[in-house]
């Protein structure tokens, strides 16, 4: 039996659940902007991330196929993260609601970006 075509709600839903969350869109504009970001360069520009949900989001983007984990086998070890295609074609999505949001500001300065 051939699976039920997707429900446009049910296709947003599965969107939301891979990019979601406090620091996904963050961590993938981050390498975007970059190239390539190891993990040391993703702390650091990252506020507020604990080493932890870094380590997680990062596993999540990568299980998402969203992200690729390169490890060298080099001492110190060293590890880059890059988009993949699917983590790319997510770019102009992630620029639009970020104009959006600017937009949002700048009609309205009180707006709460933090909270």
Not at 73 to 78: I, Q, S, Y
């Amino acid at each position: 039996m051939a699976a039920d075509k997707p429900t446009p709600g049910c296709c947003v839903d599965f969107a939301f659940q891979r990019i979601g969350g406090k620091y996904k869109g963050r961590i993938l504009w981050c390498i975007h902007e970059s190239g390539l970001q190891r993990y040391g360069q993703l702390k650091k520009s990252i506020s507020g991330i604990t080493p932890k949900m870094l380590t997680q989001t990062l596993r999540e983007l990568e299980q998402d196929k969203l992200v690729h984990r390169q490890v060298y086998l080099e001492v110190p070890p060293r590890v880059e993260y890059t988009l993949t295609d699917s983590g790319r074609k997510l770019i102009p999505f992630i620029d639009y609601l970020k104009q959006w949001v600017e937009e949002l500001v700048e009609q309205d300065p009180t707006v709460d970006l933090h909270g």
